[in-house]
């Protein structure tokens, strides 16, 4: 049985703060804001993939009134829940994600991205796909306050696991 979900999340943009994408730290003046680390597109794939196995979404597995999650690693997040979803017998087929973010381009960072993500979802890199666009000068994004990631995750669901 083959599952689709989908993940979006924004996240404000504020100084003195690291900018992480995908567990990668990119260069930047300002990063993101948000009680773990704020990692607009990991966040996104953590509910895509949370939506395709019917599993909630990331606030209810990782409250962020929960001191635990105060400036976690995100990707320590998705490791959790792709061994949660490999313990229900499903297997993560690919990912696909689109950060929309005026600043700075990610053109020279999306390898770096796919790379580490493939690498937490424990799947090969073509499995995943990241690609980057702007909002055109228009909206939150557009205005440089803040970043929006979308993610999309198909999975097979094995046969112990429930529907
Ligand atoms: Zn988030």
Avoid: C, W
């Amino acid at each position: 049985m083959i599952r689709t979900g989908i993940g979006l999340d924004t996240h404000r943009f504020e100084a003195g703060r690291p900018l992480i994408l995908g567990g990668v730290r990119i260069e930047h003046d300002r990063g993101l804001a948000g009680h773990s680390d704020a990692d607009v597109l990991t966040h996104a794939v953590i509910d895509a993939l949370l939506g395709a196995a019917g599993e909630g979404d990331i606030g209810e597995h990782f409250p962020d009134s929960d001191p635990r999650y105060a400036g976690v690693d995100s990707i320590e997040l998705l490791r959790t829940v792709v061994a949660r979803l490999a313990e229900r017998g499903a297997q993560i087929v690919n990912v696909d994600a689109t950060v929309i973010m005026e600043r700075p381009k990610l053109g020279a960072h999306k390898r770096a991205l796919r790379a580490s993500l493939a690498s937490a979802l424990r799947i090969g890199e073509p499995a995943v796909n990241v690609k980057a666009t702007t909002g055109e000068g228009m909206g939150f994004v557009g205005r440089g306050e803040g970043v929006a990631a979308l993610a999309v995750a198909t999975l097979e669901m094995g046969s112990g696991a429930h529907a």
